[in-house]
């Protein structure tokens, strides 16, 4: 039988449908899927479904399909979402990207992606395939139904640490949830419903079971472990695309970097429909399959910072990842990786009950100053002005906590040892204990502090202060007694050694009047710390800094930067490393703008 050949659609709003034909039809075809392929104008306002899913392994061995007789290959999660969306006795027209579209044509990709919002917000509905039947995840489906009808009637639950939870909580880890493109495919839809395992529940009802863990105070606890971010950004989208409150395209690629792609360039197009049309007439941007990963990154970082006038795209180029895209210019992000580290300015708090919103802070390391970057050399060249204020003196190692299971208790104790054991190391380095002043005037223990947490201090200044002089007491009172139990090895290497270590810290703690509860307050402001290095320049300042920076790296401020940059000489040029938090500095405390001067990146 012979491949099937595409026709050529006539119109720039014209689109394929399949209508995929049911079980009975194909009874003399050993039920093998059939489908035929029509043509259709979006301005006639089709009836269809769309179906959001994932393509799957790309090097899985491909399946086939019969489209108007002739054979199709698709890949094996499309062919178990055919089968299961396939009714018995009625045909269902659908529209599918990997059949809808003439992947082997570029042309034709370029053309169709615009249409990708108004094919998925016009669809009747939209359906979320999950994947293939798995226990867990079918268990979590049927748990997610009963809270979200607790939601509204006030059933009552099973306790966190119930295997139910659990279920519920995987369903959020299947692929699908980490796939670029289901952002927008969700959040123009009009209707969405998840399918799988045989069950069907719509993504509000979804949602509402999400939010209702929240407000109990359960999703917290399996965050660390089930990255479940992802579910507040996609909702968020939706939110925002239905109160038509549009971002601009650098504010979404920041927000949805850790999404996934097949096609690297598909990170820089999937989110092109959900920006706001005026940032994208003024940034120049289309579609352009036919360009390599590495120019259309580099014109997409050309695009921002010409047009913007601010460094705000600096956020994202410290990733530390493995990257298939290693020609890229030092100041050009890769948005094909994503390394987990916040950026300083949209650090995304996550606290249960309440909406999830981007949080900027007030930075003005150059005042009010702005950018007039130049570009030269085919655009592998950045001149921007500025100055260099310091070097890097010390440098201390990166924190990457090590999320636990949050009901091993063992385990937690094992991670709380270890991190007093880590910030001994910060300590030493920000000289918390000397007798001298910061060089702003005020206690080195105050500037450390404010340094772990980024300057980002949700419930102001004086709130800020008590929970981490409360939180800096426990850590003592804790390395004290582990201090004295490490004098035993024996015990010291017994798990419940260090739970009754930890206990005893806490009675220890409510004795001197502290109060405990107090002690995951200031944590929760430290997100900023994460995968980032403390440092300590030749002048005495001390801050945060990309992981990748090192000794003898330099510290600059650049007109239209809102942070300091941690910059690296390479013979007559220079290399960005990434943004930095370094007290003292951040409202423009020291720049002087007369002291800038071109300096070129690349």
């Given at each position: 039988?012979?491949?099937?050949?595409?026709?050529?659609?006539?119109?720039?709003?014209?689109?394929?449908?399949?209508?995929?034909?049911?079980?009975?039809?194909?009874?003399?075809?050993?039920?093998?899927?059939?489908?035929?392929?029509?043509?259709?104008?979006?301005?006639?306002?089709?009836?269809?479904?769309?179906?959001?899913?994932?393509?799957?392994?790309?090097?899985?061995?491909?399946?086939?399909?019969?489209?108007?007789?002739?054979?199709?290959?698709?890949?094996?999660?499309?062919?178990?979402?055919?089968?299961?969306?396939?009714?018995?006795?009625?045909?269902?027209?659908?529209?599918?990207?990997?059949?809808?579209?003439?992947?082997?044509?570029?042309?034709?990709?370029?053309?169709?992606?615009?249409?990708?919002?108004?094919?998925?917000?016009?669809?009747?509905?939209?359906?979320?395939?999950?994947?293939?039947?798995?226990?867990?995840?079918?268990?979590?489906?049927?748990?997610?139904?009963?809270?979200?009808?607790?939601?509204?009637?006030?059933?009552?639950?099973p306790p966190a640490f119930d295997g139910s939870w659990r279920a519920f909580f995987a369903v959020f880890q299947r692929p699908w949830f980490r796939r670029?493109?289901?952002?927008?495919?969700?959040?123009?839809?009009?209707?969405?419903?998840?399918?799988?395992?045989?069950?069907?529940?719509?993504?509000?009802?979804?949602?509402?079971?999400?939010?209702?863990?929240?407000?109990?105070?359960?999703?917290?606890?399996?965050?660390?472990?089930?990255?479940?971010?992802?579910?507040?950004?996609?909702?968020?989208?939706?939110?925002?695309?239905?109160?038509?409150?549009?971002?601009?395209l650098l504010k979404l690629l920041l927000r949805h970097r850790s999404q996934e792609a097949t096609d690297p360039r598909d990170k820089a197009f999937a989110?092109?429909?959900?920006?706001?049309?005026?940032?994208?007439?003024?940034?120049?941007?289309?579609?352009?399959?036919?360009?390599?990963?590495?120019?259309?990154?580099?014109?997409?970082?050309?695009?921002?910072?010409?047009?913007?006038?601010?460094?705000?795209?600096?956020?994202?180029?410290?990733?530390?990842?493995?990257?298939?895209?290693?020609?890229?210019?030092?100041?050009?992000?890769?948005?094909?990786?994503?390394?987990?580290?916040?950026?300083?300015?949209?650090?995304?708090?996550?606290?249960?009950?309440?909406?999830?919103?981007?949080?900027?802070?007030?930075?003005?390391?150059?005042?009010?100053?702005?950018?007039?970057?130049?570009?030269?050399?085919?655009?592998?060249?950045?001149?921007?002005?500025?100055?260099?204020?310091?070097?890097?003196?010390?440098?201390?190692?990166?924190?990457?906590?090590?999320?636990?299971?949050?009901?091993?208790?063992?385990?937690?104790?094992?991670?709380?040892?270890?991190?007093?054991?880590?910030?001994?190391?910060?300590?030493?380095?920000?000289?918390?204990?000397?007798?001298?002043?910061?060089?702003?005037?005020?206690?080195?223990?105050?500037?450390?502090?404010?340094?772990?947490?980024?300057?980002?201090?949700?419930?102001?200044?004086?709130?800020?202060?008590?929970?981490?002089?409360?939180?800096?007491?426990?850590?003592?009172?804790?390395?004290?007694?582990?201090?004295?139990?490490?004098?035993?090895?024996?015990?010291?290497?017994?798990?419940?050694?260090?739970?009754?270590?930890?206990?005893?810290?806490?009675?220890?703690?409510?004795?001197?009047?502290?109060?405990?509860?107090?002690?995951?307050?200031?944590?929760?402001?430290?997100?900023?710390?994460?995968?980032?290095?403390?440092?300590?320049?030749?002048?005495?300042?001390?801050?945060?800094?990309?992981?990748?920076?090192?000794?003898?790296?330099?510290?600059?401020?650049?007109?239209?930067?809102?942070?300091?940059?941690?910059?690296?000489?390479?013979?007559?040029?220079?290399?960005?490393?990434?943004?930095?938090?370094?007290?003292?500095?951040?409202?423009?405390?020291?720049?002087?703008?007369?002291?800038?001067?071109?300096?070129?990146?690349?």
């Amino acid at each position: 039988m012979e491949q099937y050949c595409y026709r050529l659609l006539s119109k720039h709003d014209t689109i394929r449908l399949i209508v995929l034909l049911p079980w009975i039809a194909s009874y003399e075809n050993d039920f093998e899927v059939e489908c035929t392929i029509i043509h259709v104008d979006l301005a006639d306002n089709p009836q269809y479904a769309a179906l959001s899913y994932c393509w799957g392994d790309s090097n899985a061995e491909p399946r086939q399909i019969f489209c108007d007789g002739a054979r199709l290959e698709v890949t094996q999660n499309l062919y178990s979402a055919l089968c299961e969306l396939r009714d018995w006795d009625k045909p269902r027209c659908l529209w599918i990207d990997a059949i809808c579209i003439n992947q082997s044509d570029i042309d034709e990709r370029n053309r169709q992606l615009p249409l990708m919002r108004s094919i998925y917000h016009q669809s009747q509905y939209v359906l979320i395939w999950l994947g293939v039947e798995s226990a867990d995840v079918k268990d979590g489906l049927e748990f997610a139904k009963t809270v979200a009808r607790n939601s509204e009637v006030g059933e009552e639950l099973p306790p966190a640490f119930d295997g139910s939870w659990r279920a519920f909580f995987a369903v959020f880890q299947r692929p699908w949830f980490r796939r670029i493109w289901v952002i927008q495919e969700v959040a123009v839809s009009v209707n969405a419903w998840v399918i799988c395992c045989g069950l069907t529940i719509s993504w509000k009802e979804l949602v509402r079971a999400f939010q209702c863990s929240m407000d109990l105070g359960i999703q917290p606890l399996y965050n660390a472990s089930f990255d479940l971010d992802r579910v507040h950004s996609i909702e968020r989208a939706r939110v925002e695309y239905c109160e038509n409150n549009r971002q601009s395209l650098l504010k979404l690629l920041l927000r949805h970097r850790s999404q996934e792609a097949t096609d690297p360039r598909d990170k820089a197009f999937a989110l092109l429909g959900l920006a706001d049309d005026a940032d994208l007439r003024n940034l120049h941007l289309t579609p352009n399959y036919q360009g390599t990963v590495d120019e259309i990154y580099t014109n997409i970082a050309v695009a921002i910072l010409s047009k913007d006038r601010n460094l705000d795209l600096f956020s994202a180029t410290h990733t530390y990842c493995a990257s298939p895209v290693n020609t890229l210019p030092s100041w050009a992000p890769d948005w094909s990786t994503s390394d987990g580290c916040l950026p300083f300015r949209h650090l995304e708090m996550h606290h249960a009950g309440e909406r999830a919103d981007i949080c900027c802070l007030g930075f003005r390391a150059t005042g009010d100053s702005t950018s007039s970057p130049q570009f030269y050399d085919g655009n592998r060249r950045l001149a921007l002005s500025g100055y260099i204020i310091d070097e890097i003196e010390l440098v201390g190692s990166t924190f990457a906590p090590n999320f636990q299971d949050p009901f091993n208790i063992g385990e937690q104790c094992n991670q709380s040892v270890f991190h007093l054991d880590f910030f001994s190391e910060w300590e030493k380095i920000a000289a918390i204990h000397s007798r001298t002043t910061y060089v702003t005037g005020e206690k080195m223990l105050d500037c450390y502090w404010q340094t772990l947490s980024g300057g980002f201090l949700p419930g102001g200044y004086r709130l800020a202060r008590e929970e981490f002089y409360t939180h800096h007491a426990m850590t003592h009172t804790v390395r004290f007694l582990a201090t004295l139990g490490r004098l035993v090895p024996f015990l010291w290497s017994k798990p419940w050694f260090k739970i009754l270590l930890v206990a005893v810290a806490v009675t220890t703690m409510k004795i001197r009047g502290y109060n405990i509860q107090e002690l995951g307050g200031f944590k929760e402001n430290t997100a900023s710390s994460h995968l980032r290095r403390i440092m300590r320049t030749q002048k005495g300042y001390i801050g945060l800094v990309p992981r990748q920076a090192q000794q003898g790296d330099c510290i600059g401020l650049f007109k239209g930067g809102k942070l300091p940059l941690v910059v690296r000489q390479n013979g007559h040029l220079w290399q960005l490393i990434g943004e930095a938090y370094i007290h003292g500095v951040m409202k423009g405390e020291i720049f002087e703008e007369q002291e800038c001067e071109m300096m070129w990146f690349c």
